[in-house]
Structure formats: C-alpha cells, structure tokens
C-alpha cells in the first residue's frame, strides 16, 4: 500500500541546496507560477509582439527583485493582468503551462503537493476562448503532469474576482462545481476590491459550491485591513485565507481564527517584493505572533517564477537563514500545509482523478 505522503515528511529543508523532504505549496498562481522562458516561447510561437523585444529585457521587465520591487496593484495593473494572463490564454498556453508548472515545481523543489489558482476567465482572451475549452486545457496539463510524476499530487483552485459581477462569478463557481470531480478542489477570491465587492453578497453561492465539495479560501489581509478578514470570516467561513497577514496586528481576529481552525496561507517573499511587508523584522513580527496566538500558518510561493529565487525550497532557506522561523517552526508549517490541502489525499488509488 503506498504510504500516505504527509509520512515521509522525515526531514526539512536545509540551506546550501541539502536534502529536503516533500513540500507542499497551497497558494501560487498560475499567471506567476509559470517559467519566463515558457513564456518567451509560447510569445514566439503564438507571434504575439511583446514590448520588450530582447528576451532578458522580458525578464527584467516581468520579474521582482529586492532592487525591483512594485506594490500590488501596481503589478496586477501592469504585468500580471495585461501580459502574463494574456500570454496564458487560450487552450494550447493553457495547457502547457499548467504541464511546465506542475512538472517543474515536483522535479526542482519536490514539491508533491501543489494546488494552483486562477480565474479560467482570464485565460479566455475575453471570451474568445470557450470557456470549458480553457478549463479542459488546465486539466489535460494537470493530468500530463500527473501521469508523469505519480508521486506528485495536485488540484485547482478557481479564482473569483472582485471586480466581476456576482453574475459572473457564479458562472465560474458554476464551472468549479461541474468539474469539481476531475480535480477542482477549491474557489478563491482575488484582485484587488474597487470599490463594489462585498463578501456578504456570497454568503449564498460559497454555501452552495461547499455542498458540492468545494473548499475555499480568500485573498484578505494582506493589503488591505482587518475589517476585510472579518468580513470573509463572517460571511464565506472559509477553510483557509490566502495572506491574512494584517490579522497579526488584531488580537480578537487571531482568537477567531484559532477557534475556527482558519489556516493562513503565508507568502513571505511574495509580501516583501510588493512591500505588504515592510521588511524582515516585520515579517519576524508577524510569523512569530501567529505562532504565540495559535493561528496555524503555511508557507507558499505565491509567484514563484516572478519573483527572483522565489522557489518553496528557496524561501524556507530565506525564513531559516534571517531567522524569521525555527527549523521546529519550518517543519510544523509543511505538517500544515499536509494537513489542511484541499487536496483529499485519503481513499485515493494513485494520483489521478478517476
Ligand atoms: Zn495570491
């Protein structure tokens, strides 16, 4: 009988490229999750003009760095949603870069457990692209990846956004549900709130998608204010919230969360290059609050391909190296991530969705 992964967690991390165990990344998007160089090529191939011509220029330009830093929006409004969603629609992109994303993160960083977000909406050039076809297309690169790596598991997570209509957002938790039994696990909220989006609006449609199977979980608290996260706390009752940091700063919603088993979903690096976090002593801060009030954290990557040396395997070395958690903390939060997937790792043959 193969042996459930969350046991062979037997090691963790080391700095200086040592052994590590089976990671686990919860939170990573697929607009920023794959390859430049995938990229490039899908770029070329699709004959897409780009405005940076020079392929190094191109990484420059969609890459963050501690000398290139942006703020959020700034990132969503100028890179991830005019260029890198762009670059990854359409079913033939779609596909490859679901299957370069999911390969590469079990063959570089052992990751064994990846779940991977996005809104199939903004990968169907507005419509152009029927919107199954684009679905279909993430799960032929999910279930490529799957075949290939049988020790790899993974699932998808629908993003909703908070600039569409609640019309449609509900066409795409429609969507989560039909296909909920081919590897959707989860739906997400993302984007940035304009001004219209309340969570209280989806008290009725998240109740419906739980029925059905569907975890969730919410980007909340990692800009904007607490208020956010009470909110979706109240409303959606999520599993898990994407983020959350500012919750370190308010006591009361700590206590909820530990009382409700809500797990964070932490991005720390991802934090620090669109300056959510001020710096290292912040996110000392912010990590070792949770851990003294009992709020359970995971540690992901969020964007890992756009941000320099973003891997899993590299921001545990970061967090153990500026000693911003323990080597017993690091372990606790891969148990974690284990723990509280989406993914149903009981009462499966294998790894595929059959
Ligand atoms: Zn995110």
């Known amino acids: 009988m193969e042996r459930p992964i969350q046991e062979s967690l037997s090691t963790i991390p080391r700095p200086n490229g040592g052994l590590f165990c089976n990671l686990a990344d919860l939170h990573a998007h697929i607009g920023t999750s794959i390859p430049p160089s995938v990229y490039w090529h899908i770029a070329q191939s699709e004959g897409y003009k780009l405005s940076k011509r020079d392929y190094h220029e191109f990484v420059d330009f969609v ?23 762009k670059l990854s629609s359409g079913s033939l992109a779609l596909e490859k870069g679901v299957y370069e994303t999911m390969s590469g993160a079990y063959r570089s960083n052992n990751i064994t457990l990846l779940e991977l977000r996005g809104n199939p909406m903004k990968h169907n ?120 940091i500012r919750a370190a700063y308010d006591k009361k919603l700590m206590k909820i969360l ?32 949770f851990f003294e009030n009992k709020v359970k954290i995971t540690i992901n990557t969020d964007w890992p391909e756009m941000i320099k040396d973003a891997h899993l395997v590299k921001q545990y070395e970061y967090l153990e190296k500026n000693n911003i958690l323990t080597k017993k903390q690091i372990e606790q939060t891969i148990k974690w991530s284990f723990q509280y997937t989406f993914i149903n790792l009981k009462n499966r043959h294998g790894n595929l969705y059959l």
């Open 258 to 289: 530990h009382e409700k088993n809500i797990v964070l979903e932490v991005c720390p690096l991802s934090n620090l290059m669109t300056r959510a976090v001020k710096d290292n002593n912040e996110l000392t801060y912010i990590l070792q609050t």
């Open 63 to 85: 890459v963050l760095d501690p000398s290139h830093k942006s703020t959020l929006k700034e990132y969503l409004d100028s890179v991830y949603h005019p260029i890198l969603d």
């Open 125 to 244: 050039r507005d419509g152009e692209v029927d919107l199954d076809h684009a679905i279909m297309a993430m799960l032929r690169g999910m279930e490529r990846a799957l075949l290939e790596y049988p020790k790899l598991h993974a699932g998808l997570i629908f993003c909703l956004d908070r600039q569409f209509s609640i019309e449609k957002n509900a066409i795409i938790i429609d969507k989560a549900i039909k296909y909920h039994s081919r590897g959707v696990v989860g739906l997400d909220f993302s984007n940035y709130d304009n001004g219209s989006f309340h969570f209280k609006d989806y008290a009725t449609l998240i109740s419906k998608a739980r029925r059905a199977g569907l975890k969730i979980t919410a980007h909340s608290g990692e800009t904007d204010d607490t208020n956010d996260i009470w909110d979706c706390v109240t409303y959606v009752k999520p599993n898990r919230i994407g983020h959350g």
